[in-house]
């Protein structure tokens, strides 16, 4: 899961950004969901058929100007 907090009014820059990036693999998640939320957050889930400690790419860092924080990220496994 990969969270951004763009720069106040840049929620839909930030969402443009994200929707564009590809991840730096050859291989493809099993499904990608793009998410927004209030206060300009975006959220990117992936679902990947691997282990939970796999080595699994992940989006960059947005530029600076575009987002107030740097980007959160977390993994989950299904339960």
């Given at each position: 899961?990969?969270?951004?907090?763009?720069v106040a009014?840049?929620g839909?820059?930030?969402?443009?950004?994200?929707?564009a990036?590809?991840?730096?693999?050859?291989r493809?998640?099993?499904?990608?969901?793009t998410?927004?939320?209030?206060?300009d957050?975006?959220?990117?889930?992936t679902?990947w058929d691997a282990?939970y400690?796999?080595?699994?790419?992940?989006?960059p860092?947005?530029?600076?100007?575009?987002?107030?924080?740097?980007?959160?990220?977390?993994?989950?496994?299904t339960a």
């Open positions: 899961m990969w969270e951004a907090r763009a009014g840049r839909d820059d930030l969402l443009a950004w994200a929707k990036q590809p991840l730096p693999t050859e493809e998640p099993l499904r990608r969901e998410l927004r939320a209030p206060q957050r975006v959220l990117v889930i679902w282990a400690d796999a080595d699994l790419p992940e989006l860092e947005p530029d600076g100007d575009l987002v107030t924080r740097a980007v959160h990220r977390w993994r989950f496994e």
